[in-house]
């Protein structure tokens, strides 16, 4: 089911599981920073499995009250238009870009204007559809195109990433990708042999980039 909000930028998938193979990847007792958190349900399992504190950011009003049951507290903003938030710089554990990014028209400029918030020791990680996979593939073969929403041609996506696309983003905006992991639904282990392929999506985890040149 659909909560089409007039004041969400994108469709959003109302009060979906929360995404087990990035939550994996999170340690215990951590400060995170959900952007795009919808009605909290990764901010909830963190809360209870990990014992992390959780601050989710939503833009669509009736989830951002869904989600303050499950979030330690909760901004309602667009993320496309945030450029600082009221926490201190370098608070942050981590950043976290749950299935998000693809619903955004400039996803490098909402990586670059939290940046500052993250810890120098801390990371980001990002899931992604992967648009490369084996069945879109197929589909363009045979000139199809089409939009299914809950997938990887979900209607409310502006953006569409590759592993290689995904690592370049990451890298354009600051940060050095440290591990990737594949997501799939199905052919698992082609998925670990093939990742570009057979992996229905990617989970990005990085790090702020030691630069000289680069200020945040």
Same mark, same amino acid.
């Given at each position: $089911?659909?909560?089409?909000?007039?004041?969400? #930028?994108?469709?959003?998938?109302?009060?979906?599981?929360?995404?087990?193979?990035?939550?994996? $990847?999170?340690?215990?007792?951590?400060?995170?920073?959900?952007?795009?958190?919808?009605? &909290?349900?990764?901010? &909830?399992?963190?809360?209870?499995?990990?014992?992390?504190?959780?601050?989710?950011?939503?833009?669509?009003? !009736? $989830? !951002?009250?869904?989600?303050?049951?499950?979030? %330690?507290?909760?901004?309602?903003?667009?993320?496309?238009?945030? =450029?600082?938030?009221?926490? #201190?710089?370098?608070?942050?554990?981590? /950043?976290?870009?749950?299935?998000?990014?693809?619903?955004?028209?400039?996803?490098?400029?909402?990586?670059?204007? /939290?940046?500052?918030?993250?810890? %120098?020791?801390?990371?980001?990680?990002?899931?992604? #559809?992967?648009?490369? @996979?084996?069945?879109?593939?197929? =589909?363009?073969?045979?000139?199809?195109? %089409?939009?299914?929403?809950?997938?990887?041609?979900?209607? &409310?996506?502006?953006?569409?990433?590759?592993?290689?696309?995904?690592?370049?983003?990451?890298?354009?905006?600051?940060?050095?990708?440290?591990?990737?992991?594949?997501?799939?639904?199905?052919?698992?282990?082609? &998925?670990?042999?093939?990742?570009?392929?057979?992996?229905?999506?990617?989970?990005?985890?990085? =790090?702020?980039?030691? %630069?000289? @040149?680069?200020?945040?």
């Amino acid at each position: $089911m659909k909560n089409q909000s007039k004041k969400a #930028p994108y469709p959003i998938l109302y009060d979906t599981p929360p995404n087990q193979d990035i939550c994996s $990847m999170v340690e215990l007792g951590k400060k995170v920073l959900d952007i795009g958190c919808a009605t &909290g349900r990764i901010a &909830g399992k963190l809360r209870k499995e990990k014992k992390c504190f959780v601050v989710g950011i939503e833009v669509n009003q !009736a $989830m !951002a009250k869904i989600a303050e049951k499950r979030c %330690d507290k909760v901004i309602v903003a667009d993320i496309e238009l945030v =450029k600082s938030i009221a926490f #201190p710089k370098k608070y942050f554990d981590i /950043l976290f870009f749950a299935d998000v990014l693809e619903h955004t028209r400039n996803p490098e400029e909402i990586l670059q204007n /939290l940046k500052g918030y993250l810890a %120098d020791d801390g990371y980001i990680l990002i899931s992604v #559809p992967n648009v490369a @996979n084996w069945e879109i593939r197929l =589909k363009l073969l045979l000139g199809r195109f %089409d939009y299914k929403g809950g997938t990887i041609m979900d209607d &409310g996506h502006l953006r569409f990433f590759t592993l290689s696309t995904i690592k370049q983003l990451v890298d354009q905006a600051g940060f050095e990708v440290v591990e990737v992991k594949t997501r799939n639904m199905v052919l698992k282990l082609l &998925g670990r042999i093939w990742k570009t392929l057979f992996a229905f999506g990617f989970v990005i985890k990085a =790090k702020k980039r030691r %630069d000289k @040149n680069l200020r945040w």
